[in-house]
């Protein structure tokens, strides 16, 4: 989505995106296996990155069974379509294994003893008083304090929780979730608290992802120690390699909390072929014996054996034809291949001898580069010299709450996470507060309250950590005149130079300056008195006057207008506003002839809809020289969101969204916004930044260049994928894939494959889906993972979503994100990708 000339500067800074992978081991209550199984992958990861060759494992033969036609296929463009395309065959595999090395053997023996202890946590006094449960108070704030009582499940994994007046389980979480334990009075709520409980008895449960943070106060210190050292125990128990053994009985039950629906003969089968020491126990190498028969890719090896002339390895020549055949890779393919082989193959023997292994094909393909995410899209790669109007720009809403809008909490921490994530445009809704201090809280609501002083302060500090570029501060004001005064002078007093208070060159623009202009600014968006000169001209207390150029009327208009901000608004707060002064939209019109680049106007999603259906091309210019934003119904106070992409459509640039809500339209701003290095800003494609545009999002027929483009979708296999959250103990899941095309109303459409019957682990669909995208560089691609069910809804299982400008063609990887939106490995699809240009007319 949105292609640009790659720019001459340097990238941003380090982005925590959720897409990018986590260091957490999983983000699902998979229980130990699960995590051992993470613990391998990190492990090989982990060897990759320090230089040291580690593990991969071998695979077995076999080759993709038939295509088969999607199951349902729904949306336009669907009737008349080409049925399903067959990808390249894979050749069923020839005999022979590329040969193991020494430390691919040691590697993942450590893994698998890795995984071993996870399954055996030693039960301590803590642990085991952790079990029979503690009652502690749940604080959400000063006021919401509700007694809970609190357990650790017997697999040593889960914490559930249940109301104490009910008895009713209210929530449960993985330790996996779980990303660090604060003691004391360390987060805002606690803080509130703490004339009334010591620190000593309060600590803070802080998640990965989304998850909102959990305060505890439990009854003495000696309890909040207990749960503080507890939970710091099973936590670092992940990360610690000890030796162990496992009988079959064992493996049993650790394979279904594998999400694998095994045979128990085949299961004996594997166990006994592993135990070469006949002693009933698998311990050292037979670990290793049994997690390869365990974990091979058959798909993966007929592929790598269908390039290889012997079937054991692949020479540079033979990577070459593969890179430049499926992956369609078509510069430096030698150059590739050789760093390929470098980075990749575990055998130092193989990589003096320029050759890959099947083990390091594998390992290719797991990798960034074999990632359907286009690695050079990951990083800063479009251009970022145009106006700001010609970017779509990632945006939050009531970007303080946490919850919802009603009674949830506001909380600093909603401006945190957003700034990690790379949001641009956060709102700050300001009410008057006690001993003249502005408070920032949802009005007219039981919502929580945070000072505005350090709703700033957060902001100062972590406006630039995950982005360079400019932040744009949404000020909803409610102040009196005095605090109004407050306000601007907090803003001035934290933000320093942050704080944009003229404009780049200090002359009047004539369009809005380019992110590359504005890094490291901050600006504000909101009222202003009279006219962008008036502020550089200087502060003054007149009612400013009007050009020679303006007609009576308006200027008589420009006058009562200016009149009337200057009893509402301090002249202070007005100056600091420069680039985004709100007016009111009055039309396409009126906008063109009296609306300055300098101006914004904000509007409601019903708005925007109506004006994308009666009115798509004149919005499509609109957002070409002027900024847009648009928000949420306020009839969502549950903090739903509408679909960002039919605002994208127009070319709507402050979409805004309530960023503490997971769901299909968070996948949908995350995906777009995971390319040009998570910097919050993802250039227009060029027919959107024509103020002279013929394009309407609701006829694709006005978007100049070839027809449309063919998308073909193999979805080939799956790997390791989680259980559902609170399913039933030794319930499998059977999986099926949804790809789901988000874009112009003629490219909407969805097609899923079959569901593979009690298989989570390695289901193989082999299955072929096809789509025909009229617009493509406004197209996202969202692949889901379900479980299904023929009685009620499907249960979400992971999901990946991307633009589709950022898809890599060729044999990839599809490494899923959990609700939330972080990573769940190694949980992945394997899928073929296929583009399909038009031809090209020919010239007469």
Not at 275 to 291: A, R
Not at 483 to 501: M, S
Not at 699 to 709: A, F, H, Q, T, V
Request: aromatic share 6%; proline share 6%.
């Amino acid at each position: 989505m949105g292609m640009g000339a790659r720019p001459q500067t340097a990238g941003t800074a380090g982005c925590s995106h959720p897409c990018r992978p986590h260091h957490c081991l999983c983000t699902r209550p998979l229980v130990l296996l699960r995590s051992g199984v993470t613990l391998i992958r990190s492990d090989l990861e982990r060897r990759r990155l320090r230089g040291v060759r580690g593990p991969g494992a071998s695979r077995g033969g076999g080759g993709p069974g038939a295509d088969s036609p999607p199951r349902r296929c729904q949306g336009a463009g669907s009737p008349g379509s080409p049925g399903p395309v067959r990808p390249p065959a894979v050749k069923h595999p020839r005999s022979g294994a590329a040969p193991e090395s020494g430390s691919c053997q040691r590697g993942e023996r450590r893994a698998m003893a890795s995984l071993l202890c996870n399954a055996r946590i030693q039960l301590t006094d803590t642990l085991e008083q952790m079990q029979q449960g503690t009652l502690m108070r749940k604080v959400k704030s000063k006021s919401w304090k509700k007694q809970r009582f609190f357990k650790l499940q017997d697999d040593c994994m889960t914490i559930w929780y249940q109301s104490k007046r009910t008895g009713k389980t209210e929530s449960a979480f993985s330790i996996s979730d779980v990303e660090t334990v604060r003691e004391g009075h360390q987060s805002e709520v606690l803080q509130s608290l703490a004339e009334e409980f010591p620190p000593e008895r309060c600590f803070t449960i802080v998640f990965y992802g989304r998850r909102g943070n959990l305060d505890l106060i439990a009854g003495s210190a000696e309890e909040a120690q207990c749960w503080v050292q507890g939970l710091r125990q099973l936590i670092e128990k992940a990360d610690k390699n000890k030796d162990g053994r496992m009988n079959f009985k064992e493996v049993q039950r650790l394979l279904k909390m594998m999400n694998v629906d095994m045979n128990e003969d085949h299961a004996l089968r594997l166990f006994q072929d592993a135990d070469k020491s006949e002693s009933g126990t698998l311990e050292g190498e037979e670990f290793v014996l049994f997690y390869k028969a365990l974990t091979q890719r058959e798909e993966v090896l007929s592929l790598f054996q269908e390039f290889s002339e012997d079937g054991k390895k692949l020479t540079l020549l033979e990577l070459v034809d593969f890179l430049r055949q499926e992956q369609l890779e078509d510069e430096g393919t030698e150059e590739m291949a050789m760093e390929l082989i470098d980075k990749y193959e575990p055998s130092e023997t193989a990589r003096a001898r320029h050759v890959l292994s099947a083990d390091g094909f594998l390992m290719y393909l797991c990798s960034p580069e074999g990632s359907i995410f286009n690695p050079q899209h990951r990083a800063l790669w479009q251009d970022m010299n145009q106006p700001l109007c010609h970017y779509f720009i990632s945006s939050s809403h009531n970007t303080y709450l946490i919850e919802d809008q009603l009674r949830g909490q506001s909380s600093i921490e909603g401006y945190i996470r957003a700034l990690k994530r790379g949001c641009r445009c956060l709102e700050v809704d300001c009410w008057d507060g006690p001993n003249g201090e502005p408070m920032v809280y949802h009005g007219h609501t039981f919502t929580s309250k945070i000072p505005f002083r350090e709703v700033v302060s957060t902001l100062g500090k972590y406006a630039f950590k995950a982005s360079d570029y400019p932040v744009i501060l949404s000020l909803e004001n409610h102040c009196s005149m005095e605090q109004q005064e407050v306000l601007a002078q907090q803003l001035k007093d934290i933000l320093g130079e942050q704080l944009l208070t003229t404009t780049i060159d200090g002359h009047v623009p004539s369009h809005l300056p380019s992110p590359e202009e504005l890094k490291h600014k901050i600006l504000l968006k909101g009222k202003k008195i009279g006219r962008l000169e008036d502020t550089l001209d200087g502060p003054g207390d007149e009612v400013p006057d009007v050009s020679d150029d303006d007609n009576g009327a308006e200027a008589e208009e420009e006058r009562r207008r200016a009149k009337k901000d200057k009893e509402t608004l301090a002249q202070a707060l007005s100056d600091c506003v420069i680039y985004c002064k709100n007016v009111s939209f009055r039309g396409f019109q009126e906008a063109r002839s009296h609306s300055r680049p300098s101006e914004i106007s904000s509007l409601s999603e019903a708005k925007a809809r109506k004006l994308i259906r009666d009115a798509g091309n004149e919005f499509v210019r609109h957002n070409a020289w002027q900024l847009t934003r648009i928000y949420p119904s306020g009839m969502r106070t549950d903090s739903s969101n509408y679909s960002p992409q039919e605002m994208w459509n127009a070319g709507c640039q402050i979409v805004a969204l309530n960023f503490q809500t997971a769901g299909t339209e968070m996948d949908l701003c995350d995906g777009l916004f995971s390319q040009n290095g998570c910097c919050g800003y993802v250039l227009k494609p060029p027919f959107m930044r024509d103020e002279e545009t013929l394009f309407n999002p609701s006829d694709p027929s006005s978007r100049e260049g070839p027809g449309p483009i063919t998308l073909t979708i193999q979805v080939i296999s799956g790997q390791q994928l989680p259980k559902v959250a609170n399913s039933k103990d030794g319930a499998i899941i059977d999986p099926l894939v949804r790809v789901e095309i988000h874009g112009v109303p003629a490219d909407q459409a969805h097609q899923e494959t079959k569901y593979i019957e009690n298989n989570g682990f390695n289901p193989r669909w082999d299955e072929t889906l096809q789509f025909q995208l009229h617009v493509p560089e406004l197209a996202l691609v969202r692949f889901v993972v379900e479980d299904y069910d023929k009685t009620s809804r499907n249960d979400f299982v992971g999901q990946f979503t991307l633009a589709f400008a950022n898809i890599k063609p060729g044999y990839r990887h599809i490494h899923l994100l959990s609700k939330d939106g972080t990573s769940i490995p190694p949980s992945s699809l394997f899928v073929h990708i296929r583009i399909t240009e038009p031809p090209v007319p020919e010239q007469d």
